[in-house]
């Protein structure tokens, strides 16, 4: 609720002295969380002041009264007491933070008098963050590093709130050595909307992980604001999304209910230098060719498998554009292959060969977007597949001779589970391209005789229950649609691991039959038994 208008500048300030003096401006909580796990990394301390006649009045309204009446170190001083005194009952490895105006850091009494508030209670100090805000001016900056070499001394933390609306210079960055930096909220606010803020985000987080502290984003209040958070790296977040200041007795149970993370100096294990030196030996030694193609049909980079699959020096690939890289027709191919992925935004899978060139590649491309969503080039993966095209072709080439052996006279060899479940079978010779082991094997089924289908099954679920070899005969509709006699012969086998299976052949023996039949006639014919 705003300040009445009716209350003159005057009324106010003595109401606000009487809130500051009488400590009836309390402490509220708003949690820290961490963006990658949502667990509460800290709580932040905010200034909450509930007047008997006025109701809520916010801090916009009384802690620019405060400051120029000179009240805010000793309000600052009230909060930093009262806060540590509550927190110190409460669970969790939180911390706390509290922002502390330049002017009481400038002051040598105050400083030490700041500590004694926090060491008053049992609140360790190496959970306390002070921060101080980027746009209030710090007229003795010799003065605040004392300041800050003196609490850090003791174990607390620094961060730098608000960044980004100031002007703070490298040298102050690198001179009060922040512990921290806290993104102001105004650039959080159009996030998800707005490329230009998303850089600016962008560059503040990397400089603060090049500085090797964590970055906090304040005044996160949506879901899309969170990932894009996420995506540029971003440490902890601070707003509505994750939680409102609230009372002590609310900071407690929600310390109780929810997951706190380790109030450690900083939640990186690299620097991003590091990250990218990592990520450049990785991209360096990958047995793949890599390299990515700008909006401009340019290698904004490239290894040296992809140089040495191109054909081509590196020095003459980075920065080349395709037409200075390949011949003409080429160069046209992978021009409007890299132009169709960046309109689709499907991914493209293409084997090529080089003309003249033995070896045969799998070249995948995939559109690369910003946080915008927005094309900003191709990512291009390389794969010499040579080996497997030549094993391919070779296993084509036996394939065909079996088949060939096959249609003369099926001799098909199968194999099944101890159970009797048929696992595999020999492909047919006129079996299509790409056929499945299941349609293969009901192929084969459906060419069986329908008078002997019951009796080989009856036959085989036999064999497969007593364990004993296994012989039948049937009759097999063969691929030149005339019947042939067929014999099915199977043992079983046992594997190192003790797994069973049984191993079998269909061999043609309609020659056998015929001649059998023959030899029957005969027989009858002569009165031979």
């Not at 958070?229 to 999304?241: A, K, S, T």
Request: charged content about 25%; some cysteine; hydrophobic content about 45%.
């Amino acid at each position: 609720m705003a300040t009445p208008p009716f209350h003159t500048p005057d009324a106010l300030r003595q109401r606000i002295a009487d809130a500051v003096c009488h400590e009836k401006i309390f402490p509220a909580y708003q949690p820290i969380v961490c963006l990658r796990t949502r667990a509460i990394h800290g709580l932040e301390v905010l200034a909450r002041w509930h007047d008997p006649e006025w109701g809520n009045v916010p801090p916009k309204d009384f802690i620019p009264i405060a400051l120029q009446a000179s009240l805010l170190p000793l309000l600052t001083l009230n909060l930093v007491r009262r806060a540590c005194a509550e927190a110190s009952a409460w669970p969790g490895h939180f911390c706390l933070a509290f922002n502390v105006p330049p002017s009481l850091l400038q002051d040598a009494p105050a400083v030490r008098l700041l500590l004694e508030a926090m060491a008053t209670s049992s609140f360790p100090l190496d959970r306390i963050c002070i921060e101080m805000t980027e746009d209030e001016l710090i007229e003795d900056e010799a003065a605040a590093e004392r300041a800050f070499g003196y609490l850090k001394s003791h174990g607390i933390r620094v961060a730098l709130d608000d960044f980004g609306t100031g002007f703070s210079s490298m040298v102050r960055l690198s001179r009060f050595g922040f512990d921290e930096l806290k993104i102001d909220g105004s650039l959080i606010e159009r996030l998800a909307i707005d490329r230009e803020s998303r850089k600016v985000v962008s560059a503040i987080i990397g400089l603060g992980h090049s500085l090797e502290v964590p970055v906090v984003a304040e005044c996160v209040e949506t879901e899309a604001q969170a990932d894009v958070l996420r995506e540029l790296g971003c440490d902890f977040v601070q707003g509505w999304l994750t939680g409102r200041p609230v009372p002590g007795d609310e900071a407690a149970r929600l310390l109780a209910a929810a997951p706190v993370q380790a109030a450690s100096p900083t939640s990186l294990t690299l620097s991003p230098y590091l990250r990218q030196h990592q990520l450049s030996s990785l991209y360096t030694n990958a047995p793949v060719g890599l390299a990515f193609l700008d909006l401009d049909m340019r290698y904004a980079a490239a290894n040296m498998q992809f140089a040495r699959m191109a054909g081509r020096p590196l020095g003459e690939i980075v920065d080349a554009h395709v037409e200075q890289v390949y011949a003409p027709d080429i160069a046209a191919w992978i021009l409007q292959a890299s132009r169709r992925i960046l309109d689709s935004g499907e991914i493209s899978r293409i084997e090529f060969r080089f003309p003249g060139r033995e070896e045969t590649f799998l070249v995948v491309g995939t559109r690369v977007t910003d946080e915008t969503a927005q094309p900003i080039g191709v990512s291009v993966v390389t794969i010499d597949i040579t080996d497997r095209k030549r094993a391919e072709d070779e296993m084509r080439d036996r394939d065909a001779l079996y088949r060939a052996v096959v249609e003369l006279g099926p001799n098909v060899l199968w194999v099944s589970g101890a159970d009797g479940t048929l696992t595999y079978i020999s492909p047919a010779p006129q079996e299509p391209e790409g056929c499945t082991m299941e349609a293969r094997m009901a192929a084969w089924y459906a060419r069986m005789h329908d008078d002997d289908i019951p009796r080989v099954r009856a036959e085989w679920s036999s064999a497969v229950q007593t364990q004993d070899a296994f012989e039948t005969r049937f009759r097999l509709r063969w691929f030149d649609d005339r019947w042939r006699w067929v014999s099915s012969r199977a043992t079983q086998r046992t594997a190192a691991d003790g797994t069973r299976s049984w191993f079998g052949v269909f061999t043609d023996i309609s020659r056998q039959v015929e001649l059998e039949d023959q030899l029957a006639r005969h027989a009858r014919g002569t009165g031979l038994p």
